[in-house]
């Protein structure tokens, strides 16, 4: 499988836009912007752990069964294989997320809502 290179882009999305911020060996750390109303998948990350850090903003974070609003500067801890989303509250959300190990393609969607 052929590897992308994210350094020095701004990945767009539905949502809003990611970019890589910082990666080594055994991390990758992302800036997210997700717009107003708008919303990550849900999805998991099989053998990743994640890392949110709300630098701005308010967001909405949930999981199958529960969901949790967070604020600057909150932090959240997303163990292996658990399903979440990020909503922005606010006119935007500005998160870093940190994965580990970094592994771009370690990635279950349940559902989306831009198909």
Not at 22 to 34: A, F, H, Q, R, T
Not at 94 to 113: A, F, G, Q, Y
Request: aromatic share 8%.
């Amino acid at each position: 499988m052929k590897k992308t290179n994210y350094k020095n882009n701004i990945v767009k999305k539905p949502w809003g836009f990611e970019y890589l911020a910082y990666e080594n060996d055994e991390v990758g750390i992302w800036c997210l912007n997700i717009e107003k109303d708008q919303k990550t998948s849900m999805h998991c990350h099989p053998k990743k752990t994640t890392g949110l850090i709300l630098l701005d903003g308010i967001a909405e974070v949930s999981f199958l069964g529960d969901k949790r609003i967070i604020k600057g500067p909150d932090k959240v801890m997303i163990r292996r294989g658990l399903f979440h989303s990020t909503k922005s509250l606010s006119n935007k959300a500005l998160i870093l997320e940190i994965e580990t190990p970094k592994d771009k393609h370690d990635l279950v969607r349940l559902n989306d809502s831009y198909g």
